[in-house]
């Protein structure tokens, strides 16, 4: 498509400056008469088309020797060949006075061999400046190319590092279920076989998740019910759930894992570490600024060595900053006996 239309737009400019100039010269021509205006006129056309097929040929001869490729020109061919094409613009010129006007140029007395040098230095001249533009546009298409390809390589990249910090997390995440349903099966068989069936089933949301580059709220809540329901199975009463989301937030984008790696380390830091009963609460507003805030607290303290926890809140940092621009961030803090996790995005993000 993109070639498609640099040829077109390069045919248009062809038409445009040898049809500009053959105007220019009708236009400025001073005939005595209709039958020599009008030999005037097809001689000029003859020569401008000449001209349109001399630098057609110029611009083939530039592609195939590269001469504009390179960071150095190489001037004295592009000299020499632009000397050459304004001499047999010339030739061509008195061919056309000689068809169309029967050599009234060179017939006419006052003109010298000076006027005909100085008729190819107009020509040298005027393909001098031919040159000069399609050097100029060659050198932008290539500028835009360049800039195209490395816009195309930074998404790639991108896309790239997303998928893999999702895939960072995903084993994390399977690992700890697959923990929470061993430790049931000498307990409970039904609640182990139970809790296959949930992890299964979540497996198998977050590889159809992994396809894309968001998920709603409403879709990244229903994995973590699903996922609080297996640490339920494990815990019991140790785990206390609440979530509290407006309803008005749940279409909001996000990408996936980033709420259910925030929910797994306050199951594995809060919950795992307390004997009493340890609350999760997970709720969503729409703060005054327009930003959607999602909280994940847990009872207990901040681990101070835990480099699992540092790499989850790197992975969402990350990945956030990366698909849904600056404003995006994730902040964990603690506050009197509670571990708060807060991710902030844009409510209409990625």
Same mark, same amino acid.
């Given at each position: ?13 062809? /038409? ?21 205006? /009008? ?262 303290? /901040? ?48």
């Amino acid at each position: 498509m993109q070639d498609r239309t640099t040829q077109r737009d390069y045919w248009l400019c062809q /038409l445009a400056g040898w049809g500009g100039m053959a105007a220019i010269g009708l236009l400025s021509s001073s005939q005595s008469n209709s039958e020599e205006a /009008l030999q005037f006129a097809l001689a000029k056309t003859f020569c401008m088309a000449t001209g349109f097929g001399l630098s057609h040929l110029w611009r083939w001869q530039l592609k195939r020797r590269s001469w504009l490729a390179g960071s150095i020109l190489p001037f004295g061919l592009l000299l020499a060949g632009l000397a050459l094409l304004a001499v047999a613009q010339t030739g061509f010129l008195l061919l056309a006075d000689l068809l169309f006007r029967g050599g009234a140029l060179v017939r006419d007395p006052s003109v010298s061999a000076a006027d005909y040098a100085m008729l190819v230095v107009l020509w040298f001249l005027a393909f001098a400046a031919w040159t000069l533009c399609y050097a100029v546009a060659l050198t932008r298409r290539r500028a835009r190319n360049a800039e195209l390809a490395r816009l195309e390589l930074e998404v790639s990249a991108k896309d790239a590092e997303l998928r893999a910090l999702q895939f960072q997390v995903n084993p994390h995440f399977f690992f700890n279920s697959l923990n929470s349903i061993r430790s049931l099966v000498h307990e409970d068989a039904q609640a182990a076989s139970h809790a296959l069936g949930q992890l299964a089933g979540m497996m198998r949301q977050r590889l159809q998740a992994g396809q894309a580059d968001t998920i709603t709220l409403a879709e990244e809540l229903a994995a973590v019910s699903a996922y609080l329901g297996i640490e339920k199975l494990r815990f019991d009463e140790r785990l206390v759930v609440a979530i509290d989301v407006d309803p008005d937030l749940v279409d909001t984008p996000l990408p996936p894992m980033v709420v259910q790696t925030l929910v797994e380390n306050a199951v594995k830091h809060g919950v795992e570490r307390m004997v009493a009963p340890c609350q999760v609460r997970i709720s969503a507003r729409l703060g005054d600024d327009g930003l959607v805030r999602v909280e994940v607290r847990n009872q207990g303290r /901040l681990a101070a060595n835990s480099s699992s926890t540092r790499l989850g809140l790197a992975n969402a940092v990350r990945r956030l900053a990366l698909q849904c621009g600056p404003q995006a961030a994730c902040v964990l803090e603690e506050e009197e006996g509670w571990v708060r996790a807060t991710v902030t995005l844009p409510q209409g993000a990625a």
